[in-house]
């Protein structure tokens, strides 16, 4: 699924992010939908069925949920590739944020059923990520398997503090965008979680 993340709620300010309204969550909230998107973001343009290939989907499949994605402003054709009868799409942005908290108390049920499905599969794309970085990592060179981190910490805080937590540490990442150019040798795409939610008193 980028930065900041799909669903991320305090991103610093960025370019070409989407805010997500009501109606364009309902157009999401599809699993294979929210692979595609972050499939288009991280690797680029692809066809329907470059993408079925991926994601181990039929193209009849993926090619659905592209139109219904270009329907709600998620994605769009991209003019340099497309060729003849071949069509190839792009993200529309680079990416999504949206306000779970405003979305979860909505009065339209179908509303608060789309951001949970959002959620759930965002959380479910976090661990598949990480899992597959723990059992590839011996395949990476001896720098790259120290560069790397899985952490937890606990710290009390308000629920203002925990937000401007969370804004400071998107601030952090964002100023590491574009330091180093594509292609840079021994320099690959890094990709972090952030995670913040409260525990329940003992």
Request: proline residues 7%.
């Given at each position: 699924m980028p930065a900041p993340e799909d669903g991320a709620q305090h991103p610093a300010e960025t370019e070409n992010i989407h805010k997500v309204d009501a109606r364009t969550l309902r157009g999401l909230a599809h699993p294979l939908r929210l692979r595609l998107l972050a499939?288009?973001?991280?690797?680029?343009?692809?066809?329907?069925?470059?993408?079925?290939?991926?994601?181990?989907?039929?193209?009849?499949?993926?090619?659905?949920?592209?139109?219904?994605?270009?329907?709600?402003?998620?994605?769009?054709?991209?003019?340099?590739?497309?060729k003849g009868?071949?069509?190839w799409w792009r993200a529309a942005h680079r990416g999504t944020i949206f306000d779970s908290g405003r979305f979860l108390s909505h009065p339209d049920p179908e509303v608060r059923g789309a951001v949970d499905v959002v959620l759930h599969e965002m959380a479910t794309a976090h661990a598949r990520e990480l899992n597959t970085w723990i059992g590839t990592m011996r395949e990476w060179p001896e720098n790259w398997r120290e560069g790397w981190d899985i952490s937890d910490f606990q710290v009390r805080l308000t629920p203002d503090l925990s937000e401007e937590l969370i804004r400071k540490i998107h601030d952090l990442i964002e100023s590491y965008q574009g330091r180093v150019p594509e292609g840079t040798e021994g320099s690959a795409t890094v990709r972090s979680h952030v995670h913040f939610f409260p525990r329940p008193p003992e």
């Amino acid at each position: 699924m980028p930065a900041p993340e799909d669903g991320a709620q305090h991103p610093a300010e960025t370019e070409n992010i989407h805010k997500v309204d009501a109606r364009t969550l309902r157009g999401l909230a599809h699993p294979l939908r929210l692979r595609l998107l972050a499939a288009l973001r991280e690797y680029g343009p692809a066809t329907a069925s470059g993408l079925a290939d991926r994601l181990g989907e039929s193209s009849g499949a993926t090619s659905y949920h592209l139109r219904q994605l270009a329907t709600y402003g998620f994605v769009e054709d991209d003019p340099e590739r497309g060729k003849g009868r071949e069509r190839w799409w792009r993200a529309a942005h680079r990416g999504t944020i949206f306000d779970s908290g405003r979305f979860l108390s909505h009065p339209d049920p179908e509303v608060r059923g789309a951001v949970d499905v959002v959620l759930h599969e965002m959380a479910t794309a976090h661990a598949r990520e990480l899992n597959t970085w723990i059992g590839t990592m011996r395949e990476w060179p001896e720098n790259w398997r120290e560069g790397w981190d899985i952490s937890d910490f606990q710290v009390r805080l308000t629920p203002d503090l925990s937000e401007e937590l969370i804004r400071k540490i998107h601030d952090l990442i964002e100023s590491y965008q574009g330091r180093v150019p594509e292609g840079t040798e021994g320099s690959a795409t890094v990709r972090s979680h952030v995670h913040f939610f409260p525990r329940p008193p003992e």
